[in-house]
């Protein structure tokens, strides 16, 4: 028998409103009505966990996790790396993250991608990673480029890798993106700016860390994430398996 | 322990099936593992398929979004290792998703209440702020007094309710409009 806790209430000034009417797609998409609460069951108390086994030995690589013929990516050699932890300041272990981002030059490996800068053929521009019993990941990439993109002006996205992230618990799923440090596009651009706390926004800016970067081989960018809180237990369950 | 302020969330933005779905997104060298591509094979139940589209405010279906679902066995069982967890992206072309899955079990809950079959349903795509928790229940397999349904003004209740057809259940997500799909706060 495994004991599921409850689940803290989501702190909405924490997060972009659904409608931000800046960021157009919003406006189509973003719901009307305010979602409606109930007190935490069974099925969002419990969630998808994964074992390190579903990973390949060059998932959290994106340097060669698509190269051909022993190649590497082009660009800035980066390494992201840092803690995954919950409200309550616990580490969460054994949690799937994963993250997609364009190339060195801006340009995702898409169809429906058409920006002008080239793709690169030893680049795919997906990873993942579990974390370790610390909470811990790190993944290895090329520093992705910003890039302009479709928002009724001459708008740019500020550097970055998006994030996706399982809890304990499926109510803790989250995705996320992460900017880097330094970046005057951050201030200019309506995505991140939807964010309504400035602190939030610092938060998901990865800082320069040369303590971890290697010398004459990768950077390192420090970024840590935390996960909604866990509230009282609040039942034993007949989870299978653990 | 300290309280930590959580990581606010992003919009997925309009690739998301490069990084969730990396197969479905034409990468030629996906994972050795495709996560979310087994809920029938994993879980003990009656076939069952769920189709749909995510629906906009002008009334166009949404192409680059994904579907996660989380659920149940036929007993009413959830497991670990990913079985329960399935994704379902929208069509690049036509925006429809395909759940194919086992039927769940009713969830009995901690008050000792039986919650009617349903998946849970979570939504992602380029314009989503924040991801859309909301649920699946089955038309022909559902209770009056389910203790989530019956919070709902009846008007709304259907949209959380999978028809069945002879194509199998049938459930459009609405993110506006007077359809509006209830989105839950959990
Ligand atoms: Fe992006």
Partial sequence: ?242 | MAKLPESASQTSGPYVHIGCVPEFAGLERGYQSQLGTSLRADLMGDPITVRGRIIDGMGDPVLDGLVEIWQPDGAGTFHTNGRGFGRAPSHAETGEFVIETVMPGAVIDQNGTLQSPHLALWIVARGINVGLHTRAYFSDNVADDDPILSMIEPTRRTTLIAQKGSNGYQLDIHLQGENETVFFDV
């Fill in chain 1, 1 to 242: 028998m495994s004991k599921l806790t409850d689940i803290a209430p989501r702190d909405f000034s924490l997060h972009p409103p659904r409608i931000a009417p800046d960021y157009r797609s919003s406006l189509s998409r973003g719901p009307i009505h305010k979602p409606i609460g109930f007190a935490t069951t069974m099925t969002e108390a419990t969630g998808p966990t994964f074992g390190h086994d579903v990973l390949g030995p060059n998932d959290h690589d994106l340097l060669i996790n698509h190269a051909v013929d022993g190649g590497s990516a082009i660009g800035p050699r980066i390494m992201v790396h840092g803690v995954l932890s919950d409200g309550d300041g616990r580490p969460v272990p054994n949690a799937l993250i994963e993250v997609w981002q364009a190339n060195a030059g801006g340009r995702y490996r898409h169809k429906k991608d058409a920006y002008l800068a080239p793709l690169d053929p030893n680049f795919g521009g997906c990873g993942r990673v579990i974390t370790g019993e610390d909470g811990s990941y790190s993944f290895r990439t090329v520093q992705p480029g910003a890039y302009p993109w479709p928002n009724g002006g001459n708008d740019w996205r500020p550097a970055h890798i998006h994030f996706s992230v399982f809890g304990m618990a499926f109510s803790q799923r989250l995705i996320t993106q992460m900017y880097f440090e330094g970046d005057p596009h951050i201030a200019l651009c309506p995505i991140a700016q939807s964010i309504p706390d400035a602190a939030a926004i610092d938060r998901l800016t990865a800082r320069l860390d040369m303590e971890a970067t290697v010398p004459m081989d990768i950077r390192a960018f420090r970024f840590d994430i935390v996960l909604r809180g866990r509230g009282a237990t609040l039942f034993e369950n007949q989870l299978e398996g653990t």
